[in-house]
Each structure stands twice: as structure tokens, then as C-alpha cells.
């Protein structure tokens, strides 16, 4: 700002009985200001006996009561306070320290700011120098190209990083939809093995409450099924494309069958054979029934079908006393069991 302009200003916010800036500016009637401090000492030293005061600048009579607060005065004031101390900041900073003269001059060579007493020291005698105008535009440009080649250099990185992330966002969406895909087949094809799965017990459970003789004259086409049966394992999604990835295998399956067949008392499965545990429905066919036994000696017919068509499956007769006693736990019960192994698979 130009130190002309600031003077006005300076004159027009100052106390007319102090002649400092204004502090607390108050405005009598006259709507001339002073600092409240200033203007109660000249109330009180010249107040009339009706308590009327006299403005020192014009001498017109006012009332102490009605001097009011100039807020706009105080914020000229506070900002002219900025103004100066910035200014005097500026002036300190343009003054050679070890002189104190006026820094008009720049070393080229030392690249600093001197003044002229400097100039002719020891120190930058015989250095090219220059008016601080004159190389102030030359270094603004020069700083004004290397913001430029900055900033263009970060825009082409923003753009490089940019491109990398959309290209980084493409392919995780085609990885999720490539996994979607694959759930959506492996849940498909298990769907697919459930019900064969289903249909396979649903036939044994229906063989099995048949009459000995014929279980006996269907158990070709039974064995045939279960050896034809195919159980494809769900494919799985390469480690570093999953998080978890949770496929039920034909052991759940067919524990929710058990659950929904009381018949069946036990399911387990191998990598080979199939093997289902169900009770006998019909005690009077079965060459093992339970004469005199006590109610809570079951016979169980274990059933073995092959999965894998290199493994072979047969069927023969043993009873019970080939296999070891197996217990049946019913709440806090323990009640032996007497098993009868009509089909055998043996494999290797």
C-alpha cells in the first residue's frame, strides 16, 4: 500500500486528545471520535453543572449518556495495526543486517541480497552485481518454468497412476465375475449330483424294505447305478483369487438326507465307496432277526456301492460277527447294535 494512502488513514482514525490510534472509539453526538478513556477525562474535567459535555474538536455540547460505540472506526483501526506491522516486518527484512542500509543490490555470484556499503566490502569486492529489479524478472521466469515443468511432470504421473488404477480396477471386476461364474457352475453341478444323489438312496431305501428275495433279483441294477454314479468335485478357485471359498461336499448332502430320512441312522463316504448303515424293516425275512433278543438289539444292514469306476464292488454275506461292536448313543443311552454286512466292496 502506498505510505501516502496509509498516512490518511492513519490521520482519520487518530485521537484528537491523544493523538494516538484510536482505542475503543466512541462517537459523541457531533459524530466525532475519540477512545473512551481519552474522552471521560475531558468529560470530567469540563463538564457544566446540567452535566453536559463539550466536544474538544468542535465545541458543541453533548450528553455523557449518549456516547455510543464505533464499531466500524475499531475495524479500520485493527486493520491499519496489520498493515504497519506487517510493513515494519518488510522494511526489516529490506535492511542489511550488518549495515542497516536499504538491500539494493543482488551478488550474482553468492547469489544473496546486499546493499551497497556491501558491495564495496572485502567480502563481494569485485563480484558482478545487480539492481534487485532487474534480476527479480529474471529469476520470476526462471522460477515461473521450473513450477510449469513441476507441474506438468505431476500431471503425467496423476495420468500414468491414474490409467494403472482403472486398468488394476478392470481386471479385479473380470476376476469377481470369472469367480461368479465359477460358483454359479460348481453350485449348478452340485445341484445336479444332489439329486442323483437322492435318487440313489431313495432307490436303496426302497430296495432294502423289499422282501430278502427281492432285494436279492434288483440288487444287479442297483450295484450298476451306484458304479456308474459320478461325483464331480467342485472346482476350486486358485488361492490367490479367493478369500474363503465354502463348496459342500457329498458328505453334507447326504447328512441333510439323513436328517430328513429317519431310516437312515448313519452316512459316511469314502473316497471309493459309498457306505450307508440303515435298519432292517422287515425282521422276519432277514436271516439275522432278533429271536428273544432284548428290544434294544438292532440289526443294520451296511451297504457298500462303488464311486470310482476302477474299484470293484461285489456282494457277500457276513454277519455281524465280522465287524466290531458298534454303540448307539440316544441322549444319555448307550444300546449295542448287531450289524449284518450284505454288500462288501473290497478295493485297492
Known amino acids: 500500500m502506498d505510505s501516502s494512502v496509509m498516512f490518511m488513514m492513519e490521520e482519520e482514525v487518530t485521537c484528537p486528545i491523544c493523538l494516538e490510534l484510536l482505542n475503543e472509539p466512541v462517537s459523541a453526538d457531533c459524530d466525532h471520535s475519540f477512545c473512551r478513556a481519552c474522552i471521560t477525562l475531558n468529560y470530567e474535567s469540563s463538564k457544566s453543572k446540567e452535566g453536559e459535555g463539550v466536544c474538544p474538536v468542535c465545541r458543541v455540547s453533548y450528553l455523557f449518556g449518549n456516547l455510543r460505540p464505533n464499531r466500524h472506526v475499531a475495524n479500520i483501526v485493527e486493520r491499519l495495526k496489520g498493515l504497519k506491522s506487517n510493513l515494519k516486518k518488510q522494511q526489516k527484512v529490506n535492511v542489511c543486517a550488518q549495515h542497516g542500509e536499504k538491500l539494493q543490490l543482488f551478488c550474482e555470484k553468492d547469489m544473496v541480497a546486499i546493499c551497497w556499503l556491501c558491495e564495496r566490502s572485502q567480502e563481494h569486492r569485485g563480484h558482478v552485481t545487480a539492481l534487485i529489479e532487474e534480476v527479480a524478472y529474471k529469476y520470476e521466469n526462471q522460477i515461473q518454468g521450473d513450477v510449469e515443468k513441476v507441474q506438468m511432470e505431476f500431471k503425467g504421473l496423476r495420468e500414468f497412476l491414474d490409467s494403472k488404477e482403472k486398468n488394476e480396477v478392470q481386471k479385479l471386476k473380470q476376476e469377481e465375475e470369472d469367480i461368479m461364474n465359477s460358483l454359479a457352475e460348481s453350485e449348478s453341478e452340485l445341484v445336479k449330483q444332489r439329486e442323483s444323489v437322492r435318487a440313489l438312496i431313495s432307490d436303496l431305501e426302497h430296495q432294502l424294505q423289499c422282501s430278502t428275495m427281492e432285494m436279492l433279483q434288483g440288487v444287479n441294477s442297483v450295484l450298476k447305478r451306484s458304479q456308474t454314479l459320478r461325483l464331480k468335485q467342485p ?114
Not at 450307508?276 to 440289526?299: E, K
Not at 457277500?316 to 443311552?333: D, H
Open 235 to 348: 472346482e476350486m478357485i486358485p488361492r490367490k483369487q479367493r478369500r474363503i471359498f465354502r463348496a459342500p461336499d457329498l458328505k453334507g448332502m447326504l447328512q441333510v438326507f439323513q436328517g430328513e430320512n429317519s431310516y437312515i441312522l448313519w452316512v459316511t463316504i469314502d473316497i471309493n465307496v459309498l457306505i450307508l448303515l440303515l435298519p432292517f424293516h422287515d425282521v422276519n425275512f432277514h436271516p439275522f432277526r432278533a429271536h428273544g433278543s432284548t428290544p434294544f438289539l438292532l440289526y443294520f444292514r451296511v451297504f457298500f456301492f462303488s464311486i470310482n469306476p476302477h474299484v470293484s464292488c461285489y456282494f457277500s454275506p457276513y454277519t455281524s460277527s465280522n465287524l466290531p461292536l458298534l454303540n448307539y448313543k440316544q441322549g444319555s443311552s448307550k444300546f449295542p447294535l448287531t450289524v449284518s454286512l450284505d454288500f462288501c466292496s473290497l478295493y485297492h
